[in-house]
């Protein structure tokens, strides 16, 4: 049974670890994810981002798919479902497909408005027991044609949305969504820093994960960040496997050419990765 994402940041939080959000884009991906995140007893947090959604035939789609799963695959964890930098339709549209939790981005709203909608979401969450993320100061990179440039956000306006009631709150701190470019500047540990001193027990969440080296990632969470966003790495991980597979002419012998064949190192490769950022994260275990 999918679980709201509260209870094992509000863990996170207390304990100086982080619970991974690993995004998923077909029926490989999200069992290759469950199947790491049960094997190693850490919780997990699903992310699907509208794109994705769309990707998948929907939300409905999706969550038939993952509760599914944890009942098919005798999943014992916790996992969260959660919309990644939702719409405010788009989180309207997941609450009533049954998602457990949704993320409303409205970064790119002035902050009143911002502040208005989150509210509206944060009353309709807490009614259904959901948890819900909220953004400020846009993440940099691409995400789903949205670009941002790694902007840094106002400790004071991250106060007024965290007031609000949200249960995790993503604030950009110079991070970028996908791969970090060589003149990258790392991340603002000041930002963060003063951002954890005005929001307390609230959960912070890091987006980007892909690409931040190790020690910046430990630094970040002993500063109050319990939520981890990976989704490029995953992708690049299982794209490198595929095509070796592919040019070491596998699937050109006897019945390599099976799909499930084809997929099956990406899928391994997908592990694999889940099981180092698990370790970093600090997550394995907690379950």
Partial sequence: MLVSAKEML?????????????NINNLEWTKAI????????????????????????????????????????????PVALHLDHGSYEGAKACIAAGFSSVMFDGSHYPIEENIEKTKELVATCNEL??????????????????????????????KMIADLGVTMLAAGI????????????????????????LTGDMPLVLHGGTGIPADMIKKA?????????VNTECQLAFAAATREYIEAGKDLQGKGFDPRKILAPGVEAIKATVKEKME?????GKA
């Fill in 34 to 77: 469950l199947q790491t995140a049960e094997e190693l007893k850490s919780p997990v947090i699903l992310g699907v981002s509208e794109g994705a959604g769309k990707y998948m035939c929907g939300y409905t789609t999706v969550v038939g798919m993952v509760n599914g799963m944890i009942k098919e695959l005798g999943i014992t964890v």
């Fill in 129 to 158: 027991g959901l948890s819900l993320e909220a953004e400020v100061g846009a993440i940099g990179g691409e995400e789903d044609g949205v670009i941002g440039s790694g902007e840094v956000a106002d400790p004071k306006e991250c």
């Fill in 280 to 284: 970093l994260f600090g997550s394995i």
């Fill in 174 to 197: 110079g991070n970028i969504h996908g791969k970090y470019p060589e003149n990258w500047a790392g991340l603002s540990f000041d930002t963060l820093d003063a951002i954890q001193q």
């Fill in 221 to 229: 969470i002993s500063l109050g960040v319990s939520k981890i966003n």
């Fill in 10 to 22: 509000n863990k996170a939080k207390a304990g100086k670890y982080a619970v991974g959000q690993f």
